[in-house]
C-alpha cells in the first residue's frame, strides 16, 4: 500500500490553488460568470459602460479616496479589468486592452479633484513567475506606457480618452469640501424625547 507524505499534501491543500479537474466537478448547469460568453466583446461598449459606472457617485468617491490615501492607478485599473472578468463583463484580452483608458480615466478623475497621484508601486519585490505576476508584468508594462505618453504633459494627455468620456468627467459635480473631510453626523432624537 502506498503511503503519502502528509505534510506535502498539506502544504499542496493550503497553497489556495485550484486542486487539478477541479474545474470538471462543478455543477454545467450552473456555470460561472466567467465561464460563458461575455458581455461585453466590442471595445468601446465595454469603456462606455465601465465609464458610466464609475462616474457613479457611490463609485467615484471611494475610488478618489483609495487614489488619495496612495492606492497607486495601476493596482485600481487591475482591480476594475479583473472584477469586469470575474463577473463575466469581458474576457482576459479585452481586460488586458482596457487598462490603458482605465488608467487614464482614473487620472482624470484624480486630476478633477485635484488629488495627486501614483501611477504604480516602484517598491515591488521578485516573485517566483505565476499567472498573478506575469499579469502585473503585463500591468507594469502598460503602467511604463502610460508614464512615456504622459512625459512632460504630466495629466491625461489629449486625445487618451474618447471626446464624449472627456465631456462627461468635465460635468461631474464634486463636492467642495475635501473629500478626506469627516462627513458630519446629524444628531438623532428618539421618538420618545420628539413627544410623539
Known sequence: METYNQEAVEAFAKTGR???????TSNPDEPRPFEGQPEFTNFKKALDYTTAELLLEENYTPIVLAIADGVPITDLAMQIGYVGFREGKWNPDLMLILMEPLMYLLMALAEKADIEYRIDDEDDEEDEETEETILEEKANNIAETVKQKIGKVGGVPEGALPKDIVEKIKTIEMS??????????KESTSLLERGQ
Open 18 to 24: 485550484p486542486i487539478p479537474g477541479q474545474s470538471l
Open 176 to 185: 467642495q469640501e475635501s473629500l478626506l473631510a469627516k462627513p458630519e453626523t
